[in-house]
């Protein structure tokens, strides 16, 4: 029975492959940050053995292969078209630290050995029920001491409303013979009943409409997977929790981290979360007052040592990336609270010579990470005699952890690879080299996935291999339409691009 699921799931994606893309949370070394400020101890990530479980055509871990060239990276999946894809691109990117296999999850016994980290993304709900825990045991059996594991999946109470049109598309999609007539025959019947309910005030009608909303924007194969697939199973929290440690893992933090602390939502919500002292009680209640529908949640081995509540000691451990931005004109030697504005629009008022001394040399730094280590010795000729004392430093690490906690900044348990100036003959990420070759999309050394609008960047990115100086680029790049010298184009390009995260050397 379940082998012949699997033989109808292959079948599913080997004719309509998933378009994956690479996602930033699930980067070792943003888990590694994540877990440290948890309290646990992860390795070196530069180095790290990385597993990913249904890798699709291996987008997501082919980018973690370029973005830590020192480690090691292995992708799985059932579909032999998939894997074929995969395998085709990360050679023609070089990625010899990267091997995909054609396999099962179910054959799974151990050989491959124990991992650093182990991704399974968007694996969990679209699987026959049987394979649930055998997935489990897998992160489990592949996970290294101090491993870390990032499993996602469709949550409930959130996903109770995706069930709804997820029920009507797939009854309209009926005995529909191909994958395309199943997707348009699942659209036309949530047309029909969002155009027929659309005139009442309803609070169903509303939400309706807004899923209607939600599926026009998503492709056909996107609609086909995601939401018509054959098996399709939310979880709350609690089981999620409880099968991870029935096969040995314990639940360490969410992904998204800064959606783990109350201070970040409406105050009520916030005072009916700070009454929860459990964390796994406080994140179940928090799913309800969200209406979560996904969880990116991560996990390590059950006997890890974590700290009971996570907090700022991790943060001398880690490196920052802040682009917070002073708001006012004054230096940082001015005296009194300053305003810092986050990319994100957020402003905070920081005090402190060390803290806003610290802020102005991670501003200068942006979007590079300055290891804390470091910004204190950049740190210590600004601030005044005896401004580097325990209590000053303690402080520092708090405000960064506090702005973390807010989505302020980023954190990095090692430096990123990206430079910011192109040098003389200058590399760009070779993932990213090939992704410019087929298409306007490509992902940056974060795993930021961009859309390059700009014809000179998307020219020169597959040229830049290390081998032209920006002599040879500006007379590759050519004319083109632009009536601005060649070399003048090149050196905005490179611009542009170190300032995406997509450049090496
Ligand atoms: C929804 S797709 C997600 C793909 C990829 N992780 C991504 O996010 O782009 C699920 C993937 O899991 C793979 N899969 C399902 N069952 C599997 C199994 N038993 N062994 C290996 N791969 C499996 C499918 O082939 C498919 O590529």
Known sequence: MSMRDDARLQSGYDSLPYHGQARRKTHPDRLAAIATVFGARPGDMRKARVLELGCGTGDNIAAIAASLPGSACVGIDLSPAQIAMGTARAARAGLTNLRLIAGNIRDLDGTLGEFDTV????????????????????????????????????????????QVVRDLMLAAA????????????????????????????????????????????????????????????????????????????????????????PANYPEKVAALLRDIPDLIDREERLDVLINRTFRESIFMRADTALAAEPGPAGVVRLAIA?????????????????????????????????????????????????????????TGASVPAGG????????????????????????????PLFVREAGERPVANPWAR????????????????????????????????GTRDRVALAEALGRGTDSRPAQERVAVALRQLGGAGLLIA
């Open 322 to 378: 802040s682009g917070l931005t002073p708001e006012s004109q004054a230096g940082p030697d001015a005296p009194g609270p300053q305003p810092f504005r986050a990319p994100n629009g957020v402003q905070i008022a920081v005090d402190g010579a060390l803290n806003k001394a610290a802020l102005f040399h991670l501003r200068a730094a942006w979007p590079r990470a300055l290891p804390f280590e470091e910004l204190l010795l950049m």
């Open 388 to 415: 580097l004392s325990p209590d000053t430093i303690r402080g520092l690490a708090a405000l960064l952890y506090s702005a973390y906690t807010k989505g302020l900044i980023e954190l990095h348990a090692a430096q």
């Open 434 to 465: 090939v992704q410019a070759m087929e298409g306007p999309v490509v992902t940056n050394l974060l795993l930021d996935n961009f859309h390059l609008d700009d014809d000179a960047g998307r020219t020169l990115l597959p040229l830049l291999d």
């Open 119 to 162: 991704i399974a993304h968007g694996l969990l709900s679209w699987v026959p029920p049987d394979m649930h825990d055998t997935i489990f045991a897998a992160c489990r059996r592949h996970l290294a001491p101090q491993g870390l594991c990032y499993l996602s999946y469709n949550a409930l109470p959130g996903w109770h409303v995706r």
């Open 174 to 261: 009926g005995d529909a013979t191909s994958e395309a007539e199943r997707v348009a025959r699942g659209r036309a019947a949530l047309d029909q009943v969002a155009d027929a309910v659309a005139d009442s005030e309803s609070g169903y009608a509303k939400v309706i409409a807004e899923q209607r909303d939600n599926v026009r924007k998503l492709s056909d194969w996107h609609v086909g997977h995601d939401l018509m697939e054959p098996f399709n199973t939310a979880f709350a929290f609690r089981d999620v929790v409880r099968r991870g440690a029935a096969a040995g893992l314990r639940f360490v933090a969410e992904a998204s981290v800064d959606s783990m602390f």
